[in-house]
């Protein structure tokens, strides 16, 4: 799974013009499930999303988690994240997963998150959405369960899990 998440000071979800999902201060994510994701990444990045320190303390630094600053999640799917834009010009979606797979992981991930006790709002999964937000900062980062959950040969120093 992918996700870009921005610290957002508001951010709401409309479809055919009428507010579906809207959050005060938090973080909004747009998320992509890859082919091959499961609950570990589904586990992995619901844990992220909450304890990720992206919002400042009292001497603005990046000290402070989604709940310790009484914040609000958006999670809206979408599966253009996960396209590929190395070759050519028209981006490649080969690594999404089938909508039927990601809109199942996309839902265990909004539960997850609100088994955490943080506040989430979402999208209506594989709508034509139009997403406004207020940028914190901008405050904005991608958070990648392939590069975490799975470590590569390569990475492995034979002290991670699985390696």
């Not at 586990?43 to 600053?69: C, E």
């Not at 980062?141 to 799975?150: H, L, Q, S």
């Amino acid at each position: 799974m992918i996700a870009v998440i921005q610290r957002v000071r508001a951010a709401r979800v409309e479809v055919a013009e009428k507010i579906v999902a809207q959050i005060p201060y938090g973080m909004l994510a747009l998320v992509a499930v890859h082919r091959g994701d499961d609950a570990e990444d589904v586990k992995w990045l619901a844990n992220k999303l909450v304890s990720l320190r992206i919002f400042r303390n009292a001497q603005k630094h990046f000290d402070l988690d989604i709940r310790q600053v009484g914040g609000s999640l958006l999670l809206v799917s979408n599966f253009t994240v996960a396209g590929q834009t190395r070759h050519g010009r028209r981006p490649s979606f080969e690594q999404a997963a089938d909508p039927a797979t990601a809109q199942k992981l996309f839902e265990e991930l909004l539960a997850a998150v609100r088994a955490l006790n943080v506040p989430v709002q979402t999208g209506i999964f594989a709508a034509d959405m139009q997403v406004s937000l207020s940028n914190d900062g901008p405050v904005t980062f991608i958070v990648d369960t392939a590069t975490t959950v799975r470590p590569t040969a390569s990475s492995c120093t034979g002290q991670i899990e699985g390696c």
